[in-house]
C-alpha cells in the first residue's frame, strides 16, 4: 500500500518500468476521488525542449530512494495520453487514460471526475 502522506517527495523522481528502464520523472500524482488513493501519475517525457507529460497507473508500484517502478513497460507508458507540461487532463479525456491501461473507467453517481491531482 503506497502511503498517501509520501506522494509529495515523489515530484521530480525517476520513473522507471519493472525491467529498471527509465521512463522519465515523475510531476503529479492523481488520486482515486472515490478513495482519495494514489491512482495515477504523470511521468514528464520527451526532448528536454519538448516535453510531455504522459499518465501511469500508480497499482503495483514500488518507491526506493529516488525512484518510483511502475508495473508497465516504458513503451506503453509513454504511448499513454499525454497533456502539456502546463496543462490539465480535461474531463473528456479521462476515460481514454483508463482505455490505454486496459483498467475500468467508473465516474462518480453524478458523473464526477475519476481522477483529481495532488
Do not use: C
Not at 56 to 66: M, Q
Request: proline content about 7%; hydrophobic content about 35%.
Amino acid at each position: 500500500m503506497i502511503q498517501t502522506a509520501d506522494i509529495r517527495e515523489w515530484r521530480n523522481q525517476v520513473v522507471m518500468d519493472p525491467d529498471g528502464h527509465k521512463i522519465g520523472e515523475l510531476e503529479s500524482v492523481y488520486v482515486d476521488t472515490s478513495t482519495d488513493e494514489p491512482a495515477m501519475a504523470t511521468v514528464r517525457v520527451g526532448l528536454p525542449t519538448r516535453h510531455r507529460l504522459v499518465f501511469v497507473p500508480l497499482e503495483g508500484a514500488t518507491v526506493g530512494p529516488g525512484y518510483v517502478r511502475v508495473a508497465h513497460d516504458r513503451k506503453l507508458v509513454k504511448q499513454s495520453p499525454s497533456i502539456g507540461t502546463d496543462g490539465v487532463l480535461p474531463f473528456e479525456d479521462e476515460e481514454a487514460v483508463f482505455r490505454h491501461y486496459g483498467l475500468a473507467y467508473e465516474p462518480g453517481a453524478n458523473g464526477e471526475r475519476q481522477l483529481a491531482r495532488r
